[in-house]
């Protein structure tokens, strides 16, 4: 493989490693949103060693429906409206492990957080405050403390990987709105790409979610399943069209005497949408971009809406 093509790994490497979501499971949600955690290259990790940075933002927008009851905070509510505009500066390190089967990295995310959230009723936990609350904050450090991939050959590939969310972000049990989820979340997770002939690719990203509880509000979140695909093909010269998407399913029930009366409140949902990407130069610096929209076409108990989101990735070699 030659070393540009090393170098253009090397720039995806990085977007593999980033998450992108936002808001709590007690709120309806959970971490990840839907189509949005997998990226181009996600089963790669190439041999070429140095520091790579990622800046990504994405915009989601969502309702929960006023016959649903959700949990937010300590706020028992009649249907939700969601708005979250998440935004991550992420750096990755590709070890020096050589041109072998495997090759490995780590990374470390620091997100900022828009959000706003209205309720259409609220029990009484909250007296005398709004049923609409927003703001910017910090929202909780995402590590990925290793990357192991492997190469099946110069065409399929496969990563695993444990990302970790710690709870360092703004949090307060009283507000609607909240950056930080209040939890530690650890998601095993394996992702596979494979190479098309044609320059395209198809690449898919797999994970389990688990919450620790969250003990300002006596609510544990249950496990959540999600997967995650794109598929692109070359339209001109450094650009790439495709189709991604993303089933989340949550496994488990929620616990805690919230969770209990709203009888476990499992949530789903399946979303779809284009993907475009650009890799190239800005000057003489190697970039990569990408840009998606994810619209769901199905959810229960968590927020149905839209995502949109973009990244721009430069490496430090």
Same mark, same amino acid.
């Given at each position: 493989?030659?070393?540009?093509?090393?170098?253009?790994?090397?720039?995806?490497?990085?977007?593999?490693?980033?998450?992108?979501?936002?808001?709590?499971?007690?709120?309806?949600?959970?971490?990840?949103?839907?189509?949005?955690?997998?990226?181009?290259?996600?089963?790669?990790?190439?041999?070429?060693?140095?520091?790579?940075?990622?800046?990504?933002?994405?915009?989601?927008?969502?309702?929960?429906?006023?016959?649903?009851?959700?949990?937010?905070?300590?706020?028992?509510?009649?249907?939700?409206?969601?708005?979250?505009?998440?935004?991550?500066?992420?750096?990755?390190?590709?070890?020096?492990?050589?041109?072998?089967?495997?090759?490995?990295?780590?990374?470390?995310?620091?997100?900022?957080?828009?959000?706003?959230?209205?309720?259409?009723?609220?029990?009484?936990?909250?007296?005398?405050?709004?049923?609409?609350?927003?703001?910017?904050?910090?929202?909780?450090?995402?590590?990925?403390?290793?990357?192991?991939?492997?190469?099946?050959?110069?065409?399929?590939?496969?990563?695993?990987?444990?990302?970790?969310?710690?709870?360092?972000?703004?949090?307060?049990?009283?507000?609607?709105?909240?950056?930080?989820?209040?939890?530690?979340?650890?998601?095993?997770?394996?992702?596979?790409?494979?190479?098309?002939?044609? #320059? @395209?690719?198809?690449?898919?990203? !797999? %994970?389990?979610?688990?919450?620790?509880?969250?003990? &300002?509000? =006596?609510? +544990? *979140?249950?496990?959540?399943?999600?997967?995650?695909?794109?598929?692109?093909?070359?339209?001109?010269?450094?650009?790439?069209?495709?189709?991604?998407?993303?089933?989340?399913?949550?496994?488990?029930?929620?616990?805690?005497?919230?969770?209990?009366?709203?009888?476990?409140?499992?949530?789903?949902?399946?979303?779809?949408?284009?993907?475009?990407?650009? #890799? @190239?130069?800005?000057?003489?610096? !190697? %970039?990569?971009?990408?840009?998606?929209?994810?619209? &769901?076409? =199905?959810? +229960? *108990?968590?927020?149905?809406?839209?995502?949109?989101?973009?990244?721009?990735?430069?490496?430090?070699?």
């Amino acid at each position: 493989m030659s070393d540009s093509r090393f170098l253009r790994r090397s720039i995806w490497a990085a977007i593999m490693l980033m998450p992108l979501g936002a808001a709590a499971t007690e709120g309806g949600m959970g971490r990840p949103i839907t189509g949005q955690q997998v990226n181009s290259n996600a089963g790669i990790v190439p041999p070429t060693p140095g520091l790579v940075l990622s800046l990504a933002s994405i915009y989601f927008e969502g309702d929960i429906e006023s016959s649903r009851p959700v949990s937010v905070g300590r706020v028992l509510s009649a249907g939700m409206e969601a708005t979250a505009i998440y935004n991550i500066a992420n750096l990755t390190y590709i070890w020096d492990t050589g041109p072998g089967r495997w090759n490995f990295a780590s990374g470390i995310g620091i997100p900022v957080q828009y959000t706003k959230v209205e309720v259409s009723a609220s029990s009484n936990l909250r007296p005398g405050l709004s049923n609409t609350d927003s703001g910017t904050q910090f929202a909780d450090v995402w590590i990925n403390p290793i990357v192991a991939s492997y190469h099946f050959s110069e065409t399929e590939h496969m990563a695993l990987s444990l990302p970790i969310y710690a709870p360092t972000g703004a949090y307060n049990p009283d507000r609607l709105a909240n950056a930080g989820q209040n939890t530690w979340t650890f998601s095993p997770t394996i992702a596979f790409t494979k190479m098309m002939k044609d #320059g @395209g690719e198809f690449s898919t990203l !797999a %994970a389990i979610d688990f919450y620790t509880r969250n003990d &300002d509000t =006596d609510y +544990k *979140n249950g496990a959540v399943f999600r997967i995650d695909a794109m598929w692109t093909t070359p339209i001109a010269p450094q650009w790439k069209l495709g189709v991604v998407g993303g089933w989340i399913e949550q496994l488990q029930d929620d616990s805690g005497p919230t969770a209990d009366k709203l009888n476990g409140f499992k949530g789903r949902s399946v979303g779809l949408g284009p993907i475009v990407t650009w #890799g @190239g130069k800005i000057g003489n610096q !190697a %970039a990569a971009f990408s840009a998606r929209w994810v619209h &769901d076409v =199905d959810a +229960k *108990n968590r927020p149905k809406g839209n995502g949109v989101a973009v990244s721009l990735t430069l490496p430090f070699l």
